[in-house]
């Protein structure tokens, strides 16, 4: 096998040449390191964005959901109060079937785990610091709707036990009367924290509910509920 030895060197000038040569490949080398790093990480900003973008329609979708349904949501408690007043059972049975039927209270999946992943990766070092601050005060707003969501969930089912007609005692009306007023509060919480969401959207990132046919689905189903209500009103004991 033949080994090629390196040429003597017989000048400063041929040394610095060689100097220069070896220097040179070694800057183009790191130099496109760099260049490859720098295309890795707009690729995966790219991605992360985008990602993130999309969680954040859906939670926008929900917050619309919200609002939608809030005058049904607002009319059913209202309806459920008088008729826990009133003792009337059979309505109070029939605001419990609807939950089943149509909601006033519908289930609203909302999502920030992307986010969250985000933040917990090098990812976050590279998106631009105002967008992150931006994304981050959307986000904080998620999960004050799951805690809300999830309180009304269990007040609303406390107060339904009315339908069961069981002994009348002013300890028990008190609670369920407590639980209809905590009930109104975390609704008016819960709708705030939506047209915050939507404005905020909006005039800072540019973003609008995701899926029209999904907004247009609700707002039909939101109609409906609340049709299903004023027809159960409709024959409650005055």
């Not at 008729?83 to 909302?110: F, G, H, M």
Request: with cysteine; proline share 6%; net charge negative.
């Amino acid at each position: 096998m033949d080994i090629h030895k390196p040429k003597p060197v017989h000048s400063l000038r041929e040394f610095l040449s060689e100097i220069l040569v070896v220097v040179t490949g070694i800057a183009i080398a790191l130099g496109g390191e760099q260049i490859i790093e720098a295309l890795h990480w707009r690729h995966e900003v790219h991605v992360t964005e985008a990602a993130i973008a999309s969680e954040l329609g859906d939670d926008l979708r929900w917050a619309l959901l919200v609002r939608q349904y809030a005058p049904c949501t607002k009319a059913y408690v209202d309806t459920l109060e008088a008729a826990i007043i009133a003792q009337d059972t059979p309505t109070v049975r029939k605001l419990y079937e609807l939950r089943s039927v149509n909601d006033p209270i519908p289930a609203a999946p909302w999502s920030y785990g992307t986010y969250n992943a985000a933040l917990s990766s090098q990812v976050a070092d590279h998106l631009p610091e105002g967008l992150l601050a931006a994304y981050s005060r959307e986000f904080t707003w998620a999960p004050m709707q799951v805690q809300y969501q999830f309180e009304m969930f269990n007040k609303l089912s406390g107060a339904l036990t009315a339908r069961l007609g069981l002994p009348r005692t002013p300890e028990v009306l008190d609670r369920q009367l407590a639980l209809i007023e905590t009930l109104r509060a975390d609704e008016n919480g819960r709708l705030a924290i939506s047209e915050a969401m939507l404005t905020y959207g909006r005039d800072k990132l540019a973003m609008t509910p995701s899926n029209p046919a999904a907004i247009g689905s609700n707002a039909a189903l939101a109609q409906d509920c609340q049709a299903r209500l004023h027809a159960i009103a409709a024959t409650a004991k005055p």
